[in-house]
């Protein structure tokens, strides 16, 4: 809706495998998601733009992607079809392997599509932060400068991701980086944050269009879960002491993002890295930021993942704020205003699907 | 076989897709290879000792592998089953996607049995040293000590690997890296150079005992595709410059590196790698060593490989020479055994499988 609006000719590629991997872990959004044939006509009502759907599975259907990229001959493609969830990965070994085949297996079915359809169309990738872990020196954007033995190279940053899906987008960052090299293909990997927020411009055109909003431990992230639980008295639960550090980013900032690099795309053969965070918090940091507006109170719980908690965090972001982005920060307004939202639909939270049920070391 | 006759008790478990990949691409061994069963039980005959074979397909039965893990209860697990071959990967799309399904989801699946049957057995797994690339620096044994902005952190290496196989094997590193994090297991990886030779101990008790001898641009590697060119009077054929460095081994070290690593396990959570490779070769000077023996002809042809020609290669590997082995290093007369036993079966080479057909940029 967000590129629509702006003139770009849009087509939904989609297999609704989130619906089905909400449903196999019994989550549902706080509010409800129409199909996507009803949100696409709903959004047309409104705004006078259409926008196409096919329904595909890249992962298990190639050429029938391949079909679809040869006609409608994008001139980029946006990589959203990926399993978005790292506590999802670890629910168990199936879960664990359904994760990759679906991330790793697509990515390259989406590589391939483009290589046989078009390889100058720009790929623009999803990735995650979480993709770098959290090392002891400086993250930088992609590439690192290494000297060692009196020598210097330029490699890919090191990566020590913390869960199976954080490392199925590792894999699919170096499968995409070879796809560059080999193959002469334009990539633009967005390292995104974790994401908060409900609205933007196009969600308030009518309540069919909504985002789908999860506050649920397993696909809902940490400030959506924080002000769900306030929303029904419930505590907010820390993993471990809090003190685990993170980039963060508005919903709004990530569609912004997406369009600046389209509109200044990778060249013929580079793989190019952007951070895209506007600000990082600590985990409790942002929990106290929920206490100042909720009165809620804060509980720090048994830490289900293997991640530091006491850990050095600094990561670069300045690629994409030099390319225009204009960052919507995180304010006690925001609060308000998520809070506000949330509130109205407290009626909606299922309180037993507020705690993390999924153990690293189940 | 060499495992067995030194006292371990060993179950494979195979299910026979290299014969399929072979079939594929038109590929035959120089030798004939009778079925495994005919093997085992020719192996069986000669030594007195057993050895047992699951079918398996471990990639797409992973709940078989937990039956065979839990029946067998192995102290170690040694991963061979992945699609070894990098021409192979670059085929078409489909053969892409198929490399990387069979070899990530393969390994993730024996890393969830592991995980389900004993945590403590070590997992030794077969990588390569083509997941380094060719970097500007020195390549250390798995790990780099960075120092950036004055801060350091210690990292697995940064990988750049040069084929969708390479990548497949990079991928299945940090997964088990992870695991070794996440799941206190304890993992080996062998960081294989390119293997070149016949004959081992253990083939000499029968010729059905032989080992699977490729010749061709597909699954044979550059040295055995050299003798077999040089037996049937064609030219040898040099991709590119020959300029290309790599680390090279003897079949019977592939073996003895296994059984160190198996008698000094890794420590539970521990990620060791080794390099596993014995001395450094240029394509060129190995055509040159192969010339002086068979007074066969050098041809360079374009280079069928994305690939650097001109490149620094200085790759460490003493932790396995540190833990005791005593290398085969390539003579003059390692050609001539290795000549005088294809040149015997040189009727059974077919010519046309000589020349690489896959392009990297096909």
Chains 1, 2 share one sequence.
Request: hydrophobic fraction near 35%; include cysteine; charged fraction near 20%.
């Amino acid at each position: 809706m967000y590129l629509s609006k702006r003139g770009h000719d849009v087509c939904i590629v989609d297999n609704m495998a989130k619906r089905r991997w909400e449903a196999a872990v019994n989550a549902t959004p706080l509010f409800t998601v129409p199909t996507i044939q009803d949100r696409i006509r709903t959004y047309k009502e409104k705004v006078k733009c259409d926008i196409s759907f096919r329904y595909c599975d890249i992962a298990e259907n190639p050429k029938l992607l391949n079909e679809i990229f040869d006609q409608f001959l994008p001139d980029a493609v946006i990589h959203y079809a990926e399993q978005p969830s790292a506590p999802y990965s670890h629910i168990s070994a199936g879960a664990a392997i359904e994760t990759q085949r679906n991330n790793i297996l697509g990515t390259l079915a989406l590589m391939y599509s483009v290589l046989h359809s078009n390889p100058s169309c720009h790929i623009i990738k999803l990735g995650t932060m979480g993709e770098y872990g959290t090392p002891d020196i400086d993250i930088e954007e992609g590439y690192l400068d290494i000297t060692h033995n009196g020598r210097t190279a330029r490699c890919l940053y090191p990566k020590k991701a913390g869960s199976i899906y954080h490392l199925s987008k590792c894999h699919d960052s170096h499968n995409l980086e070879f796809g560059c090299r080999a193959f002469n293909l334009r990539v633009t990997d967005l390292n995104q944050g974790v994401v908060y927020g409900i609205d933007t411009d196009e969600t308030w055109l009518d309540t069919g269009l909504g985002t789908s909003f999860h506050y649920d431990a397993i696909f809902g992230t940490v400030l959506n879960r924080f002000l769900a639980q306030a929303a029904v008295g419930e505590a907010l639960t820390v993993y471990g002491s809090g003190t685990q550090t993170r980039g963060f980013l508005n919903i709004r900032d990530t569609l912004a993002c997406v369009e600046i690099a389209l509109l200044n795309p990778a060249q013929e053969g580079e793989f190019r890295v952007f951070n895209q965070f506007t600000e990082t918090w600590s985990i409790l940091g942002l929990a106290q930021l929920v206490q100042s507006v909720t009165t809620c109170k804060i509980q720090n719980i048994p830490n289900p993942r293997v991640e530091d908690e006491d850990h050095y965090y600094n990561a670069k972001n300045s690629a994409l704020t030099d390319l225009g982005l204009d960052p919507h920060l995180l304010t006690v307004q925001t609060i308000k205003d998520m809070y506000r939202s949330i509130w109205k639909h407290r009626k909606n939270i299922h309180v037993d699907r507020l705690m993390p049920t999924v153990k690293w070391r189940g």
